[in-house]
């Protein structure tokens, strides 16, 4: 008795590539600080995210900060000065509750060990709203303690093979001096030194990396121990950025330490936001754009120092990334950014290990709570819920499979586990050029961008296909799911009440849905007209 089998699939009458898909974007997803985490819609808002568009790890700043309470050097006064304690003790019940939270959505912590206690800080409140303390330790031993004994308490609470799991990254954009950093290079490269060297000590099985390092730069401003502002000029008045000659901030150096004194470098982490701001030779800060393919020429870069280093086996984490690495962009909230991310998405998905877009939620308080519903921040939804543009992006990119059957310039066509086909396609507009979509103060701006065009057509004609099957088509573009769009219609109201909140969540996930059809001869035609920055994702309908 024969078998039926299936036609081979066919794509436009050519056989399919067969290569794998990474899902860099949904490996790990930024957010703020760890004390956001105890909201509760922070909570709601990464069990979505974790359940619909598949985010594994999370990662965040301020661990250690004084909202968390875990160094405890006093007793805490209260109405009282607080009585010296006669050894300082850890306390990890905000901690447990965040991690808690995290790993009962099936996810993970990224950890990224930072900022310093106020007791360990040699200076204090340097950065954000919540007054970080980005400083080196006033005493080595007493933070190499604090790691360990955190480490250890997770240990005991989730298991060694848990937590073996968990990437351990030393501090953040240490580069930035004196904002997350008020120390030199060289006293960061003793943070890692000590910091590496305790974690591997608790068990060599922990992976540790940095430098977690800000954007690349095409000049010597971070060259020496401290930020050199008077080297930026060349940058900041350069008529074409595309011409400058970028890279990374730190990577060479650490490397040289680290293998010179012989440390683990388990994984490199670095940030790759298309944007860099430098002063002019009159000392006016610029904000500069990169093209559209800075990410995937950074990232390439990047695979090439790695492997010519004492490091090959490293990963590569890009641990924060998104259009701009400002939490008061406008772009963030429109589809243009959606499309912008989906293009670099999967232009980047075989040179990174994760890319993690920063950040997941609006909840994020680094300026302080944002101005208004739609306020630029970087999160896939607002603070009241409403799915931005990006939230659909990250969605569609979630729903395509693991192994490639054709990618152009315009999209991709991949292969499912059920003998399906899941696609996803863009109009990244040809008018825009190799420009990238910049930033913006107000959402009035960004509008600059909805005359680029002009629309694309995308054709395919994929065979050997289950007949009869239905595939669901969804397009967000300037007219379906361009929610600050309809909120700019409002007249752009700071305060939402309960039913303006309920109908902008309704035109958010309005999407522009409708259905295909395989033939009886196993063909699904797919002959679409995408208007510009519009991204359309095909997959297979659930029965």
Request: with cysteine; net charge negative; hydrophobic share 40%.
């Amino acid at each position: 008795m024969s078998v039926a089998t299936s036609p081979a699939l066919m794509i436009d009458g050519r056989s399919p590539t067969d290569a794998p898909l990474h899902h860099v974007w949904s490996v790990c997803v930024g957010a703020g600080r760890a004390n956001e985490a105890l909201r509760a819609d922070w909570q709601s808002h990464f069990r979505e995210a974790v359940t619909t568009f598949g985010a594994r790890y999370v990662r965040f700043h301020g661990l250690f900060h004084d909202d968390m309470f875990v160094y405890r050097a006093s007793n805490g006064g209260g109405f009282g000065p607080p009585t010296p304690l006669a050894k300082p003790v850890y306390t990890f019940a905000y901690v447990d509750k965040v991690f808690d939270a995290i790993l009962d959505t099936g996810a993970r912590p990224f950890v990224e060990l930072g900022f310093m206690p106020r007791e360990l800080a040699t200076q204090t409140e340097t950065l954000f709203w919540w007054k970080a303390h980005c400083s080196p330790p006033n005493d080595m031993n007493a933070w190499v303690d604090l790691v360990t004994a955190t480490v250890q308490h997770w240990m005991e609470r989730y298991g060694r093979e848990e937590v073996r799991t968990w990437p351990f990254e030393v501090w953040n954009e240490p580069n930035l001096v004196p904002h997350f950093w008020t120390g030199t290079r060289t006293q960061y490269f003793e943070l890692y030194e000590a910091t590496a060297r305790a974690l591997k000590a608790i068990d060599p099985g922990l992976k540790v990396g940095g430098p977690s390092s800000s954007v690349f730069v095409p000049d010597s401003r971070y060259d020496g121990e401290y930020h050199d502002r008077s080297v930026e000029a060349a940058t900041a008045e350069a008529p074409d950025p595309a011409l400058l000659p970028w890279k990374p901030v730190w990577i060479h150096e650490l490397i040289a330490y680290c293998a010179e004194r012989d440390l683990p470098i388990d994984f490199f982490s670095t940030h790759l936001y298309p944007t860099d701001y430098a002063f002019d030779t009159q000392g006016v800060g610029r904000s500069i754009s990169r093209d559209r393919d800075a990410t995937r020429n950074d990232l390439e870069q990047m695979r090439q120092i790695i492997a010519a280093s004492p490091y090959p086996d490293a990963d590569l984490h890009i641990t924060e990334w998104s259009t701009s690495p400002s939490s008061r962009d406008r772009m963030h909230d429109t589809v243009y950014a959606a499309t912008y991310i989906t293009r670099a998405f999967l232009q980047a998905h075989t040179l990174a290990d994760s890319i993690s877009y920063w950040a997941f939620t609006d909840v994020f308080e680094e300026g302080g709570g944002g101005i208004g519903p739609f306020h630029g921040g970087f999160g896939f939804v607002n603070e009241q819920g409403i799915h931005k543009p990006t939230f659909h992006a990250m969605t569609m990119l979630h729903r395509l499979g693991d192994r490639i059957a054709l990618q152009t310039e315009h999209g991709i066509i991949t292969r499912t586990t059920d003998d399906a086909i899941a696609a996803l396609f863009f109009n990244y507009p040809d008018s825009m050029g190799s420009r990238s979509v910049g930033d913006a103060t107000s959402y009035a701006q960004t509008r600059r961008l909805a005359g680029e065009g002009p629309a694309r057509r995308i054709s395919h004609s994929v065979s050997g296909l289950i007949p009869g099957d239905i595939y669901a088509v969804e397009i967000l573009d300037l007219d379906h799911g361009n929610v600050a769009e309809s909120w700019h219609q409002l007249g752009e109201p700071l305060n939402l009440s309960r039913q303006q909140v309920a109908d902008l969540k309704r035109i958010a996930d309005d999407l522009d849905s409708s259905t295909l059809t395989v033939n009886d001869d196993g063909v699904l035609a797919i002959d679409i007209t995408l208007a510009p920055w519009a991204v359309m994702s095909i997959s297979r309908a659930i029965p």
